[in-house]
């Protein structure tokens, strides 16, 4: 069992003042084996504070970042190849046909993106795209509705459990969903 964190979006402190501290009491040093960061951390000390949750960081360009970053990035975690883009990139952002040319590009059998805040997965042509969201919350120009978001991916074998913590009314809420990569 490896647990990847996927997270992004930040956004500090531009659009958002600072990261949840329910989120930080959840990441704790010593858990979790990779991050795969989707960009806009936008100031040092949340490259910082992600190093101290795991030195394992694969941090990509987005928009707002100064570093630089790759524009994408490919890690394989197990039986998994991994793309992880910020997501600007892929027009129209956010658009399901067009992420998956994004995966196809990259020859991965995951696809971590960001850029639009708000936090998808989608099982499609046999490979699995996520969206972790934004890390703080941080507005949107696509959308009003962004709620602070992150996933955990639990990779085993074969099969992936993605955990997706949102805060809801300041309470952390979780939901898995599974994906078994063919044989």
């Given at each position: 069992?490896?647990?990847?964190?996927?997270?992004?979006?930040f956004?500090i402190?531009f659009?958002?003042?600072?990261f949840?501290s329910?989120?930080?009491?959840?990441?704790v040093?010593?858990?979790?084996q990779?991050?795969?960061?989707?960009?806009?951390?936008?100031?040092?000390?949340?490259?910082?504070?992600l190093?101290?949750v795991?030195?394992d960081?694969?941090?990509v360009?987005?928009?707002?970042?100064?570093?630089?970053?790759?524009?994408?990035?490919?890690v394989t975690?197990g039986?998994?190849?991994?793309?992880v883009?910020?997501?600007h990139?892929?027009v129209p952002?956010?658009?399901?046909?067009?992420l998956?040319?994004?995966?196809r590009q990259?020859d991965?059998?995951i696809l971590v993106t960001?850029?639009t805040?708000?936090?998808?997965?989608y099982?499609?042509?046999d490979?699995?795209?996520?969206?972790p969201?934004?890390?703080?919350g941080?507005?949107?120009s696509?959308?009003h509705?962004?709620?602070?978001?992150f996933?955990?991916m639990?990779?085993?074998g074969?099969?992936?459990?993605?955990y997706?913590y949102e805060?809801?009314d300041g309470?952390?809420?979780?939901e898995?969903i599974?994906?078994t990569k063919?044989?």
């Amino acid at each position: 069992m490896v647990l990847a964190l996927c997270i992004g979006d930040f956004h500090i402190p531009f659009r958002s003042s600072e990261f949840p501290s329910k989120f930080k009491q959840l990441l704790v040093p010593g858990k979790i084996q990779h991050i795969l960061c989707t960009g806009d951390l936008c100031v040092k000390e949340i490259k910082d504070y992600l190093k101290g949750v795991c030195t394992d960081l694969t941090i990509v360009k987005g928009e707002f970042d100064e570093d630089p970053y790759p524009e994408t990035k490919v890690v394989t975690i197990g039986a998994f190849k991994i793309g992880v883009c910020h997501g600007h990139q892929v027009v129209p952002w956010g658009d399901l046909e067009s992420l998956g040319m994004m995966q196809r590009q990259l020859d991965v059998d995951i696809l971590v993106t960001g850029h639009t805040h708000q936090f998808k997965a989608y099982q499609y042509e046999d490979r699995l795209i996520i969206n972790p969201g934004s890390a703080t919350g941080a507005f949107s120009s696509i959308t009003h509705e962004v709620r602070p978001s992150f996933v955990l991916m639990d990779i085993d074998g074969l099969r992936v459990v993605a955990y997706v913590y949102e805060l809801v009314d300041g309470e952390v809420k979780v939901e898995k969903i599974e994906f078994t990569k063919s044989g």
